[in-house]
T-cell receptor, first 111, second 115 residues
Framework: DQQVKQNSPSLSVQEGRISILNCDYT??????FLWYKKYPAEGPTFLIS?????DKNEDGRFTVFLNKSAKHLSLHIVPSQPGDSAVYFC??????????FGPGTRLSVLP | GAVVSQHPSRVICKSGTSVKIECRSL??????MFWYRQFPKKSLMLMAT?????????EQGVEKDKFLINHASLTLSTLTVTSAHPEDSSFYIC???????????FGQGTRLTVV
């Protein structure tokens, strides 16, 4: 049973446009959510996070939105750049040892 | 962000031998370290969680006698793949977290190939 889902395995976006990556979770005990970016043969790098007490967190071109009632979050990247092409993992934590990753979405930003 | 260093980045070993992978937190003390395995085109699979000074907690289906984890200090955890077989070939990644925080920082990963 997947606790964190990323239903789109891949996404292609034109350079300069907005990329929207979605993530759904099932465990209501999760109260902290994170996005990681991963290039091939490298470890994931932390991008941005959001606490369940917020519905939006912004950092430069990256914004994460959280809809607790829908158990849904999304990562917006605008404007998208070719260097953003990578696999993006959504992760959720209950603040304790439980830290769960989604399956990832491969983003391709086309020049 | 905090720096986690994983070594080696790539290793090839013969079937039946053991391989040790190190994970170090360079600029912080990691009370908790995680070890993941990534299969091709799959997500990160948590293998085990280790807290400094205590035994690692293994996920269901992960053989603790095969994947030995040691977390003897606040800056170092090691994963030893014992009696490696070709099916152990994979990408192994560690991450570290400071007590009381949520964000985990990852090492650069180790590509293990067993021939």
């Amino acid at each position: 049973d997947q606790q964190v889902k990323q239903n789109s395995p891949s996404l292609s976006v034109q350079e300069g446009r907005i990329s929207i990556l979605n993530c759904d979770y099932t465990n209501s005990m999760f109260d902290y959510f994170l996005w990681y970016k991963k290039y091939p043969a490298e470890g994931p790098t932390f991008l941005i996070s959001i606490s369940s007490i917020k519905d939006k967190n912004e950092d430069g071109r990256f914004t994460v939105f959280l809809n607790k009632s829908a158990k849904h979050l999304s990562l917006h990247i605008v404007p998208s750049q070719p260097g953003d092409s990578a696999v993006y993992f959504c992760a959720a934590s209950d603040g304790g040892q439980n830290f769960v990753f989604g399956p990832g979405t491969r983003l391709s930003v086309l020049p | 962000g905090a720096v986690v260093s994983q070594h080696p980045s790539r290793v090839i070993c013969k079937s039946g031998t053991s391989v040790k992978i190190e994970c170090r937190s360079l600029d912080f003390q990691a009370t908790t370290m995680f070890w993941y395995r990534q299969f091709p085109k799959k997500s990160l699979m948590l293998m085990a969680t280790s807290n400094e000074g205590s035994k690692a907690t293994y996920e269901q289906g992960v053989e603790k006698d095969k994947f030995l984890i040691n977390h003897a200090s606040l800056t170092l955890s090691t994963l030893t793949v014992t009696s490696a077989h070709p099916e152990d070939s994979s990408f192994y990644i560690c991450s570290a977290r400071v007590f009381g925080t949520v964000v985990a920082f990852f090492g650069q990963g180790t590509r293990l190939t067993v021939v």
